[in-house]
Antibody
Framework: QVQLQESGPGLVMPSETLSLTCTVS??????????WSWIRQPPGKGLEWIGS???????IYNPSLQSRVTILIDTSKSQFSLQLSSVTTTDTAVYYC???????????WGQGTLVTVSS | SSELTQDPAVSVALGQTVRIRCQGD??????GSWYQQKPGQAPLLVVF???NRPSGIPDRFSGSNSGDTSFLTITGSQAEDEADYYC??????????FGEGTRLTVL
């Protein structure tokens, strides 16, 4: 059973960079069938796709966040990461990582981690 | 347009059938998937593709598609089906899309 676990600071100062890591266990990140994704959900609101990465490094980003987002993958550690720069209070959200399977969707999710942007 | 539109809220009587819809141009080309989210929990994939369920999802959940619209049907709704439901797909560029979500109330 594939498991994903987000980790990182729960509080980030405005204008700084939010950094999160997703650790994948029970399966390999190095499969051509998968993208590895970040999704967020502001309190009381809906889901927003942030971006995805293939193990070979190809990335796709939400156009509305593209200028601030970097997603990287470390296959040796079975991890992928999110960096979101110049954060504001509107970036406060629960951040999820998930596995994206072609023709299926997001079949495994992490439990999510709340990141609050506040001074 | 690269958007998915859902009704904000739907209600259903216990044991009855409810259909939740998701509309968007991308659904003419790409299948959507559906996620159930209960308070404080991560979303859970319930239906994907033409009409497929992951292992462990009850068969009262089903999917269908017509033109630019994808439907999630719950046949014989249970109290535990009360949740938010999101549709998800992609566009021609490869960008992933979420609908705004539908809050299902089981009466």
């Amino acid at each position: 059973q594939v498991q994903l676990q987000e980790s990182g600071p729960g509080l980030v100062m405005p204008s700084e960079t939010l950094s999160l890591t997703c650790t994948v266990s029970g399966g390999s990140v190095s499969s051509g069938s998968y993208y590895w994704s970040w999704i967020r959900q502001p309190p009381g609101k809906g889901l927003e796709w942030i971006g995805s990465i293939h193990y070979r490094g190809r990335t796709i980003y939400n156009p509305s966040l593209q200028s601030r987002v970097t997603i990287l993958i470390d296959t040796s550690k079975s991890q992928f990461s999110l960096q979101l720069s110049s954060v504001t209070t509107t970036d406060t959200a629960v951040y999820y990582c998930a596995r994206d399977v072609s023709q299926v969707g997001l079949d495994f999710w992490g439990q999510g981690t709340l990141v609050t942007v506040s001074s | 347009s690269s958007e998915l539109t859902q009704d904000p809220a739907v209600s259903v009587a216990l044991g009855q059938t409810v259909r939740i819809r998701c509309q968007g141009d991308s659904l003419r080309t790409y299948y959507g998937s559906w996620y159930q989210q209960k308070p404080g929990q991560a979303p859970l994939l319930v239906v994907f593709g033409e009409n497929n369920r992951p292992s462990g999802i009850p068969d009262r959940f089903s999917g269908s598609n017509s033109g630019d619209t994808s439907f999630l049907t719950i046949t014989g709704s249970q109290a535990e089906d009360e949740a938010d439901y999101y549709c998800h797909s992609r566009d021609s560029r490869g960008d992933r899309l979420f609908g705004e979500g539908t809050r299902l109330t089981v009466l």
